[in-house]
């Protein structure tokens, strides 16, 4: 197995993407620590390791919070006094109702052959409680970790962190200027500290998943996901599965001469 004794932290391990990677991580060996801002979630990807004869332990926290980050970290390396893997995948999507509403019109007037017309109103409206928290979720998140794992990375001369970015983060995605400022901000960071941990034999990649079918795109209405079909060559939604092939095998040696690249599996809807 690919990673066996090896110790993994995967944030936002409760659900979706997060729980696909861990499932899969524990699956070839390695130790996992299930990270989720819901205690319940992160106790049930847990439950889904053991239930395989993994071995995995819950650490709830908001990854927002660095003191929590910190308090986190202490828990698990504690019991484990390493960390080989960090998948920063914690992640939110907040849209308002009226964005929603508006999309829905545009959707609309681009089936009746028209040129939209309608104001999606998301960047004009958005209230800053909501900007600096998604900032905080994923950028600060990502920070606060990345920051706690490299002080054992370091000392250890070895490490893999994977970024969960997003195709908002490439190419923006129109509704949603904070999701896509902080994913593109998270691209940067990857590039940034992949540089300054290489001459360690530490790699630092990202991930930027096209339209992916988890619970987060059930904020979306109907008309909103065709859409995005419409935009996707492939005509489909991509698996969690898909995206967990990706992150494991970024986390694995055959990726041991890859570090600062955005790996972006999304079905053609950037090519």
């Known amino acids: 197995m690919r990673f066996e004794g090896k110790v993994a932290l995967v944030t936002g391990g409760g659900s979706g993407i997060g729980r696909a990677i861990a499932l899969g991580l524990a699956a070839e060996g390695a130790l996992v620590a299930v990270n989720d801002i819901r205690p319940e979630a992160a106790a049930d990807t847990v439950a889904a390791i053991e239930a395989a004869h993994g071995r995995a332990m819950a650490v709830p926290a908001d990854v927002a919070d660095g003191r929590a980050t910190l308090k986190m970290f202490t828990r698990f390396l504690t019991t484990w006094n390493t960390l080989d893997i960090l998948v920063n995948n914690a992640g939110a999507l907040f849209m308002a109702p009226h964005v929603i509403a508006a999309f829905e019109a545009m959707a609309g ?3 009746a052959g028209r040129r ?60 949603a200027p904070d999701y896509s400022a902080a994913k593109g901000a998270i691209i940067a960071f990857t590039k940034s500290v992949a540089k300054e941990v290489a001459h360690l034999g530490i790699q630092v990649n990202a991930i930027a998943p ?32 898909e995206i967990a092939a ?8 055959e990726a041991d001469f890859i570090t600062g690249q955005v790996l972006s599996p999304n079905g053609g809807y950037v090519i």
């Open 109 to 111: 007037e681009v089936q």
């Open 116 to 175: 939209p017309t309608q104001p999606l109103g998301a960047t004009s409206t958005m209230e800053d409680g909501v900007w600096r928290r998604t900032l905080a979720i994923h950028v600060d998140g990502t920070f606060h970790c990345t920051r706690e794992a490299l002080k054992v990375m370091e000392a250890c001369r070895r490490g893999k962190i994977i970024n969960m970015a997003s195709v908002a983060g490439t190419s923006g995605l129109a509704g």
């Open 210 to 241: 096209g339209f992916i079918d988890t619970p987060l795109l059930e904020i979306l209405s109907p008309a909103m996901t065709a859409m995005a079909l419409a935009q996707t060559p492939l005509g489909r939604l991509g698996t969690v599965a």
């Open 246 to 253: 990706a992150a494991l095998y970024l986390a694995a040696p």
